[in-house]
């Protein structure tokens, strides 16, 4: 429509003026926040000082954190691709009167409070939880298996808790392929083994790819449920923020671990975003 | 399709969906028991944990999450339909900049805008007001709004509102009689999307709400942290028949399949 | 002065130029198809004098009056979109009501002219459906239907009927061409279909790449088309190359290949492009030109022949008169009436 060049501006001003505010001030504050220093007997120091970030990235303790953290949403990602991936692919094949149905089984515990979810998680992965109950009931174990506060356990949940992410992303990609296409692969005589090989999965590379980068960059920075099942044994890099703003009270440090992972995740999402890019540019506009 | 899939296929699509399923139905099952602690109602079927939620603290809890939801997902809403009317229709400088602004908020883990407006709301002295944490919840929830207002948008055609005006509409009656009407379900999706969200959202909330303001999710954590029970085993049940309430009303709104897709995607 | 005036419109779209110094004039009352091929500009042509899209240059002048200034709910002008664009979300009565009801007619007059409305465009009875219980006809019948009702100065109707079966399409040509007469109304028709072109309009415009090539009467445009373009646009047409042998008096003897032919007409140039229409061409026994058949396809009311010859390849209409076709590989002869071919300027 014919109008004035600063209506977009103006339709836009409000919400930006709730991000600045919101968004964009408090990450500001907290990063100069990192940059100060903290000791039991001063409280918060005002100042420029590299302290915090030279202890978090050279500190044994953080390395740990870190690493367990990273390590745990790579083998979360990679789980869930390798359940998600073919789980949105049957559902790509089913009946749609099915297919409505258990999508909305599939990812309606997107919108369960991760809470619920861990919740029932630590009820079946408990001491006397259901799973070592039937266990031992048929005999398969004779003393419980420690689930709770293990990386199994954790491991576990977080997959629940994040494969929906995966089969949506995948399932996304799927629904753009022409049903037409799998015909004429299969009509030109492939078997459909080599028909998913050949067709369906490199055009689905996509979204399994970034359907993999959601699950991991979520796992990455994951605090329920962590906290829930792995407990204080195995903290990962939320929980340690979390430990030093509330308990600790050293909200510097607090806040230069949130600035390494916020940058960590930063380079990792935009850095895997220009690889895809890069191999799937031509194939896919 | 022509092409079914196969027994093995169906095998592992029913592990799957029992692998989905089993944490949620174990939450519900254990939350009818009439033991104290907890386990499978297999002596007796009991609402007694339910009952014992109308006393508890989990009551206020819920409330302060239902005001900080409705009013986190109303703002935002109303943020989002003048700023996706501007990325829709109009080309202009930093348009492509804005948008990214906008959604930023999809690729900033939670615990960072945590202790981000922990630290900032306490600078200007708005820690532990409601104000702070409903706008903190804008900011989480505003990308889910904004993206299905966009796309409601852009899959409208121009030409409907067109033949309006050439038929005598002004602006404002265009947009009141022909766009809202038409951009309505993917805005009340959109408004869904965003409440639920917000009503689950824990892992900033914990740093942001004060005793007076906490959120459901923060009251459970704190909960859990102690001790598990079939209380919290019996609120969670219940959350779990809204939110499947809540569910179908999105479906028929907008089908949870493309409304979820603004969800997950970065 | 014409009624609707449009001097020097063009329109760009970052690189490419839609619209391009597009001069126009229409009367009151006179009923113009806008025919081009496909990206050709016409939409944006449209577009523009509705004043959804602004013109980078020119100027709009209905009844001698600038519309610049002119926002599309105060000019008064009736669209049909090619896509329909009916209000999903309102019933016929109310799309077609919509109109009134921005000009504050007062609901009893309202009721009245939405029932006539429906039975100009035949469809008494449908007044409550919705949009999508309706089909593509009757859709678009709505959308006429919601245009006339607010008895617009002037009607622009997007490519209306592409979206219609065969049938249907020629049952609505004539039907809107007569609401047209009834209620004599200024009309611009879109369209890149040139028999609907010559069917329905007093004068037909043709364009090519952002400009009207020609503008006549469709009897004078498909007889006397001004280029190549326009010729091989308004139906089928055979544009042969040959040189001028002789000249004089208004006739032309012509060689092309080692056949030599007369027609009527004048040039300059040592060189012409001339252009026969098939069905001017006709089977003689002796004389004319020798060619041979390559292939024929029947078409139901006629017979169209490819052929070769001296003069390249030539395409001939035959009605179907029930005897036997020719052969394929058959030598002929042809000739044609002197008047029937036309010298091409350019
Ligand atoms: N909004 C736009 N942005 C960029 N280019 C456009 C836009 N609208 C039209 N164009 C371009 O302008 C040219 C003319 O388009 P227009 O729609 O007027 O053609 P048309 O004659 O109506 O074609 P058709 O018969 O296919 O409807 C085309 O090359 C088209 O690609
Ligand atoms: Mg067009």
């Known amino acids: 429509m014919a109008e004035r060049k600063t209506t977009p501006y103006l339709l836009s001003a409000p919400a930006l003026l709730v991000y600045s505010a919101f968004l964009a001030a408090p990450l500001i504050a907290v990063t100069i ?24 990235l050279t500190d044994d303790y953080f390395h740990r954190i870190f690493l367990r953290t990273f390590g745990l949403a790579l083998l979360v990602a990679a789980i869930a691709a390798l359940i998600g991936t073919p789980e949105a692919y049957i559902l790509h094949r089913m009946a749609p009167a099915w297919r409505s149905a258990f999508l909305l089984v599939i990812l309606g515990p997107l919108l369960v409070s991760v809470l619920v979810r861990t919740l029932g998680w630590a009820v079946l992965l408990g001491r006397n939880g259901l799973i070592n109950s039937a266990l031992i009931g048929i005999g398969a174990i004779e003393r419980p298996i420690e689930f709770m506060y293990t990386m199994t356990g954790v491991v576990v949940a977080l997959v629940h808790v994040l494969v929906p992410f995966h089969v949506l992303a995948v399932w996304a990609s799927l629904r753009r392929l022409d049903p037409a296409v799998e015909a004429a692969g299969l009509s030109l005589g492939a078997s459909q083994a080599t028909v998913l090989r050949r067709i369906v999965v490199p055009q689905i590379m996509p979204g399994i790819l970034s359907g993999s980068l959601i699950v991991f960059t979520l796992a990455a920075s994951a605090f329920a449920t962590p906290s829930i099942i792995g407990g204080r044994r195995l903290k990962v890099v939320a929980m340690t923020a979390y430990d030093e703003f509330l308990n600790s009270q050293n909200w510097p440090m607090g806040a230069a671990i949130a600035a390494v992972l916020l940058a960590a995740t930063l380079v990792i999402v935009l850095g895997y975003n220009r690889w895809v890019e890069r191999r799937y540019a031509q194939a896919f506009q | ?91 202009f400088p930093g348009r492509d900049a804005l948008t990214a602004f906008f959604l930023s908020p999809l690729m900033v883990p939670h615990i960072v805008l945590g202790v981000a407006l922990l630290k900032f709301l ?25 993206r299905l207002a966009l796309a409601t948008l852009t899959g409208l055609d121009r030409a409907v ?88 009303a999105m479906d028929r709104f907008y089908g949870l399949d493309r409304l979820l897709a603004g969800k997950g995607a970065r | 002065m014409a009624f609707l005036d449009l001097r020097g419109l063009t329109k760009r779209f970052g690189g490419t130029i839609a619209v391009d110094g597009l001069d126009l004039s229409v009367d009151r009352g006179e009923f113009v198809a806008l025919l081009g091929p496909s990206g050709c500009g016409k939409t944006t042509s449209l577009h523009m004098v509705a004043g959804f899209v602004e013109p980078d240059a020119g100027t709009v002048r209905i009844d001698g009056r600038d519309m610049a200034p002119v926002p599309p709910n105060r000019r008064n002008i009736g669209v049909v ?135 006549d009467r469709p009897v004078q445009a498909y007889d006397c088309p001004a280029n190549a373009f326009v010729s091989n646009f308004l139906g089928r047409a055979n544009l042969i190359r040959a040189a001028v042998v002789n000249r004089g008096q208004g006739r032309l003897c012509l060689r092309a290949g080692t ?14 492009t001339v252009s026969i229409r098939p069905e001017r061409i006709g089977f003689v026994e002796t004389g004319g030109i020798a060619a041979r058949v390559k292939v024929s396809l029947f078409m139901g009311d006629q017979w169209l022949y490819r052929l070769d010859s001296d003069l390249g390849g030539l395409t001939v209409c035959a009605p179907n008169a029930g005897g036997a076709r020719i052969a394929d590989g058959a030598p002929v002869r042809l000739a044609w009436p002197a008047d029937a071919a036309r010298v091409l300027n350019g």
Request: aromatic content about 10%; charged content about 15%; overall charge negative.
């Open chain 1, 33 to 56: 926040l990192s940059f100060n220093t903290f000791t039991m007997a001063t409280g918060i120091q005002p100042g420029f000082s590299l302290a915090n970030y030279a202890e978090v």
């Open chain 2, 1 to 91: 399709m022509m092409t079914r899939n196969g027994p093995w296929a169906l095998a592992f699509h029913a592990l799957f969906v029992g692998f989905i399923l089993a944490p949620l139905i174990v939450v519900c099952l254990v939350s009818f028991t009439t033991e104290s602690y907890l386990s499978l109602p297999v002596t007796g079927v009991s609402l007694r944990w339910f009952r014992a939620i109308a006393g508890s603290d989990f009551i206020p809890a819920f409330y302060n999450s239902l005001y900080v939801a409705t009013a986190a997902a109303t703002i935002a809403l109303a943020l989002s339909i003048p700023a996706a009317l501007a990325t829709a229709r109009w080309r």
């Open chain 2, 122 to 146: 306490s600078d200007i002295g708005l820690s532990s007001t409601y104000f702070g944490l409903i706008f903190a919840h804008v900011i989480i929830v505003m990308p889910f709004t904004l």
């Open chain 2, 161 to 248: 509102e067109w033949a309006a005006w050439s038929l005598g509409a002004s602006h404002g009656t265009i947009f009141r009689r022909v766009t809202l009407p038409l951009i309505l379900p993917g805005l009340a999706g959109g408004w869904l999307l965003a409440f639920i969200q917000s009503f689950d959202e824990l892992t900033m909330t914990v740093f942001v709400a004060a005793p007076s303001t906490m959120t459901l999710p923060v009251r459970m954590f704190n909960y859990v942290t102690d001790n598990i029970d079939p209380l919290v085993a019996a609120v969670s049940t219940a959350l779990i028949f809204v939110t499947i309430l809540l569910m179908i």
């Open chain 3, 81 to 215: 979109f090619q896509s329909y664009a009916l209000f999903p979300h309102m019933t016929v009565a109310e799309n077609i009501g919509f109109g009134m009801e921005m000009r504050r007619v007062p609901a009893a007059e309202r009721a009245v002219r939405i029932g006539e409305a429906l039975s100009l465009v035949r469809l008494d009875g449908y007044a409550g459906r919705y949009p999508r219980q309706l089909s593509g006809g009757q859709q678009q019948r709505v959308a006429l239907a919601r245009a006339l009702v607010i008895r617009p100065d002037l009607l622009l109707l997007d490519e209306p009927l592409s979206n219609l079966d065969a049938k249907l399409r020629e049952e609505m040509r004539v039907e809107i061409r007569l609401i047209q007469r009834q209620v004599n109304i200024t009309t611009i028709l879109v369209t890149h279909d040139q028999a609907e072109a010559l069917v329905m309009s007093d004068r037909v415009a043709v364009m090519d790449r952002g400009r009207i090539v020609q503008i």
């Open chain 3, 259 to 272: 056949s030599e032919f007369e027609i009527d007409g004048s040039t300059e140039a040592d060189e012409v």
